[in-house]
């Protein structure tokens, strides 16, 4: 079986399409996105129609939930950061927040995958320190022994870890990474994101996963980062939200 795994959108539509175009190339028998299709880019309710269409199913992320008002803004400290949820939350159309609260918080596959927003353990949780990963991969081993691959978003930057190393070469950041995993070992993966990549690369990332060959390849695409900026200047987005995505970070 072959997926294709897209993480945080955040509402970019230039980049969800030029990762589109690949993914219909790649020809993946599923895609699973990770949460997080709103927020941050002035486009969410046009990616939420796009990755609907595209037929993939997804898991809920934080931004969907305070697009909902599941979870409170009062966590929200940053005022960039309101104003774009509020934007995502007065444009989706009630259908579309309908879906998203139906949303689940983790996908498991029959054969061997978990999908998570934050990690396995809390979907609110960054792992972004080698203890955290580590504790996440234990908490798998622990808890649910027969996932192989366990997918997460929320940090915006590629991963690939397993119990006993983090596996990542991601230094010189290639538009195309292929990595044969080992049958053995318990791993996880962040794809990347597709519209607000936090790794000092400018370009759309996201995964290709065959699960029958244990392959995964990391894959990154240029897109009109220009176009997606104008979008948000016009919708009067703050500028360092504006400017992060031409730095990727
Ligand atoms: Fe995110």
């Given amino acids: ?34 949460g997080d299709i709103v927020g941050y880019g002035a486009s969410p309710v046009e990616c939420w129609d ?3 269409d595209a037929g993939a199913r997804g898991i809920v992320g934080n931004h969907e939930r305070y697009v909902t008002g599941v979870t409170s ?8 950061k309101r104003f774009t949820i509020d934007y995502s939350a007065k444009r989706m159309k009630p259908a579309q927040l309908e879906e998203m609260k139906r949303m689940p918080l983790q996908i498991a596959t029959e054969d061997g995958l978990l999908f998570v927003h934050g990690s396995p353990r809390n979907e609110d949780e960054y792992l972004l320190t080698w203890e955290a990963v580590q504790e996440s991969v234990l908490f798998l081993r622990m808890t649910m022994p027969e996932v192989h691959v366990c997918f997460f978003g929320h940090t915006h930057i590629p991963a690939l870890a397993t119990a ?3 596996e990542s070469k991601f230094e010189e950041k290639p538009d195309v990474q292929v990595i044969q995993l080992a049958d053995s070992k318990t791993y996880l993966v962040n794809p990347g994101s597709v519209g607000q990549p936090r790794d000092r690369c400018a370009k759309a990332a996201w995964a290709l996963y065959d699960s029958g060959e244990d392959v995964l390849e990391f894959r990154r695409v240029a897109y009109d980062v220009g176009g997606a900026q104008n979008r948000m200047r016009d919708a ?14």
């Fill in 1 to 34: 079986m072959k997926y294709a795994i897209l993480g945080d959108v955040h509402g970019n539509l230039e980049a969800l399409e030029a990762v589109l175009a690949q993914v219909r190339a790649a020809k993946p028998d599923r895609i699973v996105h990770l």
């Fill in 50 to 52: 796009l990755v609907r």
């Fill in 73 to 80: 803004m009062a966590s929200v400290s940053r005022d960039d």
């Fill in 164 to 166: 006993t190393a983090v």
């Fill in 236 to 249: 009067g987005f703050a500028d360092p939200l504006v400017d992060r995505l031409a730095h990727g970070r």
